[in-house]
């Protein structure tokens, strides 16, 4: 019998009680991998945004509309590269419920601003740029509904309608693209602000809000400046800053997320270690003098010390894989539902590592001092207990 054995047989040699403990930490893992898989996936777009890259929305709130003449203002000003416009359109397929990511773009701007994130083949681009009606779909999006290049797809708003009162646009499908980079999603699609913007009942004119790329991020604070210095005073001021800080701001919008997953984590954590702990000494105590035995056979301190603290430590790893386990066959199952918000969703290589690094401080403390105790049991006070 080798110690693996050993260790195996201690800790289920009252079943109930190792399978109650392994459910417990089985629990703590599965909302550890849940809650932290949810937490990276809103935090992925702050990695989407350049360095180099600015956005220009309303001060008063980016929800809020500018109008399209700072876009030739903009471009004007020293140190900017690039710019384009975007205006949110506010719309979704046959129900109300599905819901898209639908903007109403400048074409040649807009792909050339973005050309680092997202692949447009050539043929599409220049259909894009041709076609009133035309709309460039991501790849993600297009798989979702079944679409194809030549689609006719009718798509309405929830916030604008057109001046014959209706709420839905006609689009044609003339590319899709790819992402670039891991972090972009694609599940979105663009089309020709001329075309929203010469049919809408309202708003006529005035555009969502301005990206642009700086010649250099260390030229950003002084473009930002001149910018926001240009439209002071103005009935449309505005608020420039970085894309990733934003984006930040975006997601600041929910709480503070980091906050919310360490505090139920830890507490959850807390308590296994409260429970496991308990359990482990407990377990120790019930089995003195075997462990007084054992020392009588030849086995050293070090060997009973490893004895104990391997069972706390294989104790943690059945019930953190497990938990992480459960907590990816719950992803993958909500993972559909939730493409249209939470596209990164999923249980990174950080999270599973992060998950092991747990297991293995789970163990380690829990069972540290039982084993230390353990260790230094005398053979004649072992044998001695009852």
């Given at each position: 019998m080798n110690d693996l054995t050993l260790v195996r047989k201690n800790l289920f040699r009252k079943r109930l009680r190792a399978w109650l403990m392994i459910v417990s930490i089985?629990?703590?893992?599965?909302?550890?991998?849940?809650l932290a898989s949810f937490w990276q996936a809103l935090n992925v777009g702050q990695d989407v945004g350049n360095t180099d890259r600015l956005?220009?929305?309303?001060?008063?709130?980016?929800?809020?509309?500018?109008?399209?003449?700072?876009?030739?203002?903009?471009?004007?000003?020293?140190?900017?590269r690039q710019v384009t416009h975007l205006s949110w359109f506010g719309g979704y397929y046959q129900d109300p419920k599905n819901l898209l990511v639908v903007l109403a773009v400048e074409p040649a701007s807009y792909m050339e601003l973005y050309g680092n994130d997202i692949d447009i083949p050539p043929e599409a681009q220049q259909a894009f740029k041709r076609e009133r009606t035309g709309a460039l779909v991501g790849e993600d999006m297009a798989k979702k509904w079944g679409w194809k290049i030549g689609d006719r797809v009718p798509i309405a708003s929830n916030i604008f309608s057109q001046r014959s009162g209706s709420h839905t646009w006609d689009f044609t499908i003339v590319g899709t693209f790819s992402a670039?980079?891991?972090q972009v999603n694609t599940n979105f699609m663009v089309?020709?602000?001329?075309?929203f913007d010469e049919t809408r009942s309202f708003s006529k004119d005035f555009i969502g809000w301005i990206a642009l790329r700086t010649g250099s991020p260390s030229l950003n604070d002084r473009v930002i400046k001149a910018i926001d210095q240009t439209f002071a005073n103005s009935p449309y001021e505005t608020a420039t800053d970085t894309?990733?800080?934003l984006n930040m701001a975006f997601i600041a919008q929910f709480g503070n997320i980091a906050l919310f997953v360490k505090l139920i984590v830890g507490a959850a954590f807390a308590t296994m270690l409260m429970i496991v702990g308990n359990t482990m000494a407990l377990s120790v105590r019930e089995r003195t003098r075997e462990i007084g035995v054992l020392k009588t056979l030849g086995f050293s301190g070090g060997r009973i010390l490893r004895l104990v603290l391997s069972e706390s430590i294989l104790l943690a790893f059945i019930g953190g894989l497990m938990g992480l386990g459960l907590a990816m066959l719950f992803i993958v199952s909500v993972r559909g539902r939730?493409?249209?918000?939470?596209?990164?969703?999923?249980?990174?290589?950080?999270?599973?590592?992060?998950?092991?690094?747990?297991?293995?401080?789970?163990?380690?403390?829990?069972?540290f001092i039982p084993a230390l105790s353990a260790m230094r049991l005398k053979i004649a006070v072992a044998l001695g207990r009852s």
């Open positions: 089985l629990t703590a893992f599965a909302i550890f991998g849940v956005i220009v929305v309303n001060k008063i709130n980016f929800t809020q509309d500018l109008p399209v003449s700072y876009f030739d203002r903009v471009r004007e000003i020293a140190g900017v670039r980079r891991l089309f020709q602000y001329a075309y894309e990733k800080a939730l493409i249209d918000i939470l596209p990164s969703v999923s249980i990174a290589p950080t999270v599973m590592l992060t998950g092991v690094a747990l297991m293995l401080g789970l163990g380690f403390v829990t069972g």
